[in-house]
């Protein structure tokens, strides 16, 4: 890979080579990019993308690289990071906002504007346009409840809006996981409401997650999708797996639904710890368990 002629060719584009991505991650973990770019609006990201279709160079977007797991190998070609895209504008019942906003900020600004909805997001810590992707949800809520329309720019470099329909929105999943497309901006469709009583449930959710999560340690959040008629959580912890070690991760002794970094953890102690849970999930009760956590990266 040419860096200075890379460097030359996107020079108006902040980039970074052979950054290590446990610079960004959540978990704290994770092997360089080749690339790592912060493209400022969405012409940028539209160069860049035109830019690695016609090197031929691999790209995926990162978001706020929150629910994911970068392996220690690290991405090949680009990794780009929209947390430069934060725009949000509320106007009457409609919410639009930029791919790289958080979607805790989006939920709060909401919530100012007396526009009810979004509370269930207010501690998902991911990005708008991670979430879209991963239909994220929290406390009986999910996105695709409030999602309107998005503008996606598609692999062939057009850029389309993309509806309800459009998204084939189910748990944990949208249309996106297939698209190799970037979520630029979302339109979501909320309703007018009493902002005591939303900040109140605001507040309310925001308690419960800070009493029962491990937010003290970096984690991925919620390591495993819920399996029909189990509880996660439940399950590892009557498998006695709860508290156990791998590395320097550990299955929190708070939410034994999530893994945490307790000591200098790697991506592999991560990978290996989940596939360990689940192994002896499937072998003491016959459930598969899923990862809602994306891993990513050079195998």
Excluded at 80 to 87: E, G, N, P, Q, Y
Excluded at 206 to 214: D, I
Excluded at 257 to 268: K, L, P, Q, S
């Amino acid at each position: 890979m040419n860096k200075e002629k890379i460097q030359a060719d996107l020079k108006k584009i902040e980039l970074f080579f052979d950054e290590p991505l446990a610079n960004y991650t959540f978990t704290k973990t994770g092997g360089p990019a080749d690339v790592l770019a912060f493209p400022k609006n969405k012409e940028e990201v539209t160069a860049i993308v035109t830019y690695c279709r016609a090197q031929a160079l691999e790209w995926i977007v990162l978001g706020n690289a929150s629910n994911l797991i970068v392996r220690d190998s690290g991405i090949r070609g680009f990794v780009i990071m929209l947390t430069a895209l934060k725009s949000v504008q509320i106007e009457k019942e409609t919410v639009v906002a930029a791919a790289g906003a958080r979607l805790i900020e989006v939920s709060k600004q909401a919530g100012a504007a007396a526009l009810t909805g979004l509370e269930f997001a207010c501690g998902i810590p991911g990005s708008i346009g991670g979430a879209i992707y991963m239909n994220a949800g929290a406390y009986g809520g999910e996105i695709s409840e409030v999602f309107a329309s998005a503008e996606v720019l598609l692999a062939d470099g057009s850029i389309q809006t993309m509806t309800k329909e459009h998204m084939e929105f189910r748990y944990r999943h949208s249309k996106m996981q297939e698209l190799k497309g970037i979520v630029l901006t979302v339109t979501f469709q909320l309703i007018k409401g009493n902002e005591v009583d939303i900040q109140a449930e605001m507040a309310r959710l925001t308690f419960l997650r800070e009493s029962k999560q491990p937010l003290e340690y970096p984690s991925c959040g919620s390591v495993f999708k819920r399996p029909e008629g189990h509880f996660t959580g439940k399950l590892i912890q009557d498998a006695g797996l709860q508290g156990l070690k791998w590395g320097g991760a550990q299955i929190s002794e708070k939410h034994a639904g999530f893994i945490v970094n307790i000591d200098h953890a790697t991506a592999t102690d991560y990978i290996e710890l989940i596939a360990h849970i689940q192994k002896v999930i499937q072998e003491k009760y016959q459930v598969v368990l899923e990862t809602e956590v994306r891993i990513i990266g050079e195998v």
